[in-house]
């Protein structure tokens, strides 16, 4: 791995970290990802990575449901 690789993984892992501080403090999940230009979805996942709950209270969207075709 060269410098510049080592330094981006570095500098991932550090903004990683800070997001999911940011989230153990309560912060909503749409705000850190504003900050860290992160949807609030990658900004969750990131938080549990670090084994930290979403505490703001928003449940998770329900999946989807897929459509049924249409018979005819």
């Known amino acids: 791995m060269d410098?510049?690789?080592?330094?981006?993984?570095?500098?991932?892992?550090?903004?990683?970290?800070?997001?999911?501080?940011?989230?153990?403090r309560g912060e909503k999940l749409s705000h850190v990802g504003a900050k860290a230009r992160?949807?609030?979805?990658?900004?969750?996942?990131?938080?549990?990575?670090h084994g930290i709950e979403d505490t703001t209270g928003r449940e998770p969207p329900p999946p989807r449901r897929s459509r049924a075709k249409s018979e005819g």
Request: hydrophobic content about 45%; overall charge positive.
């Open 3 to 24: 410098r510049a690789e080592a330094a981006f993984k570095r500098r991932r892992d550090e903004l990683a970290a800070e997001v999911a501080e940011a989230v153990r």
């Open 38 to 49: 992160y949807t609030p979805e990658h900004v969750r996942r990131i938080a549990r990575a």
